[in-house]
């Protein structure tokens, strides 16, 4: 994500100057990252009297970047190195900015990592450029090849995200490379979590040959091995029987591991309840049933009013009682139980089992929530600073739930300019906000309605409707 601006601060004359990144960027020539930051004392300098020794740090956070008088220099292109990228590489006499234009070696990254492990190094090289896909991928492949477990797991993490066959083996191979490392703590992930990873695409023959009895026996391991959510999987298949023959028996007893395994998780109790109360795959058991029910209920309780904060409580007692009427509701039948319906919507979400049954008994799924229907903005600069700078976001997200869709801003002299999330900047110059936002809208292929802020103060007072 594009940050606010940076703050540039003069070591001759003193002066501390607050720059948006849409004036950075056009001044840089292109995006503004923890990377190009390191730039701006070139390109932009002390806006008072002109003098290159400043030193830079990055909005809001005021993340440092340069310090006047002490950032190294880059022995490649002369440009200042990054303090954020000294952190992780400390030894570095080459900038980011280098490295991802493919001008160092890779001796020299390990050697500046100050460690023998070249995998690692790679694997912090990754990470250095986080949001950066296309050098996360060439960084944690070459880690990758090194055999190192952490590597072989984010990297087959970025590439579940990909449709192309050849990506989906990658990520089929990483994955099993990484459920074959040794338990460790520098891993920073669980083996079983590779492991379960690994079965659901030998479950599904994603990137592989589909293998349905080597993906059972694999959950299993990575269930005895403490993840809930192999257990789970397992669970839903005997339930199922679509996979595997249909087995209640079995399906319960993975539910009941799943749910040993992590007892406050309110979907692994809603699981075991609703099992126990409507006797699926084991004896019925009310007591036993209410018992871990209440339980689930009040962990979900917890959630909801920590998510609506002020709003009233989540009554857990109506809500247990409603979903025992519900139990004894005929199949096909439905009553009013608000409390239950909102409970087991989440419940049916999290494909708890039966809990589609029983919601469909109070009602079935509650009305999709409507977005806002027009682009939010909202202030931009970070407190203190005086500038007419907003971000601009959509309601509907784009790709995985990215809403942001740039910022647009007043420039001293009444024009506005407008510059994506990715740091490009949108045409020329506006006249008006809205010809700003409108612009930005389009150039990021978002067809979400701008309704100016009067517009909007009439709507909240009814006099007008939205399109
Ligand atoms: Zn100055
Ligand atoms: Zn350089």
Redesign the pocket.
Same mark, same amino acid.
């Given at each position: 994500m594009l940050p606010p601006g940076v703050w540039i601060k003069c070591a001759t004359c003193g002066n501390e100057t607050y720059r948006s990144a849409g004036v950075v960027v056009r001044a840089l020539g292109r995006p503004l990252t923890d990377h190009t930051a390191a730039m701006v004392p070139q390109a932009i300098g002390c806006l008072e009297c002109g003098s290159h020794e400043v030193s830079v740090f990055v909005a809001p956070q005021k993340s440092k970047i340069v310090v006047a008088g002490k950032s190294r220099r /880059?022995r490649? /292109?002369d440009?200042f190195i990054s303090e954020r990228f000294r952190r992780s590489f400390p030894k570095a006499h080459? /900038?980011s900015? /280098?490295v991802s234009e493919g001008r160092v070696a890779d001796e020299d990254v390990v050697a500046a990592f100050g460690e023998a492990a070249p995998g690692q190094a790679y694997r912090t090289m990754a990470s250095v450029f986080w949001g950066d896909k296309a050098q996360q991928l060439h960084w944690l492949r070459k880690a990758a090849k090194t055999g190192n477990a952490n590597a072989l797991y984010r990297l087959a993490g970025i590439l579940t995200e990909s449709n192309d066959p050849a990506d989906l083996a990658e990520c089929f191979s990483a994955y099993s490379r990484a459920a074959m490392a040794t338990a460790s703590k520098e891993l920073e992930f669980k083996v079983c979590y590779a492991e379960h990873a690994v079965a659901v695409r030998l479950l599904w023959g994603r990137g592989c040959t589909r293998d349905v009895g080597r993906a059972i026996e694999m959950m299993r391991s990575a269930g005895a091995k403490g993840a809930t959510r192999a257990m789970r999987g397992l669970g839903r298949l005997f339930l199922d029987g679509k996979l595997v023959e249909r087995n209640l028996d079995e399906s319960y007893a993975c539910y009941r591991k799943a749910y040993d395994l992590s007892p406050d998780d309110f979907g692994d109790s809603a699981a075991i309840a609703f099992f126990l109360l409507l006797g699926i795959g084991t004896e019925p058991d009310e007591a036993e049933g209410v018992k871990v029910l209440g339980h689930s209920i009040s962990k979900y309780a917890a959630m909801h009013d920590d998510v609506w904060g002020q709003r009233p409580r989540f009554d857990q007692d109506g809500c247990l009682r409603e979903i025992l009427v519900a139990c004894r509701v005929a199949e096909g039948r439905s009553a009013m139980l608000p409390l239950a319906r909102r409970y087991l919507h989440w419940m049916a979400y999290l494909r708890v089992p039966q809990a589609d049954h029983l919601l469909d008994r109070c009602g079935g799924p509650l009305p999709p929530y409507q977005p806002r229907w027009e682009l939010r903005l909202s202030r931009c600069p970070p407190e203190k600073v005086k500038a007419d700078t907003w971000w601009v976001q959509s309601p509907v997200p784009r790709s995985a739930s990215l809403t942001m869709l740039g910022q647009v801003e007043q420039l001293p002299n009444r024009v506005w300019i407008a510059t994506t999330d990715a740091g490009v900047p949108v045409g020329e110059t506006f006249g008006s906000m809205k010809d700003a936002v409108v612009a930005l809208a389009a150039a990021v292929g978002c067809y979400v309605p701008y309704v100016d802020p009067l517009a909007k103060r009439l709507k909240r007072r009814g006099m007008d409707a939205p399109p």
């Open positions: /880059c490649v /292109c440009g080459f /900038c900015l /280098c």
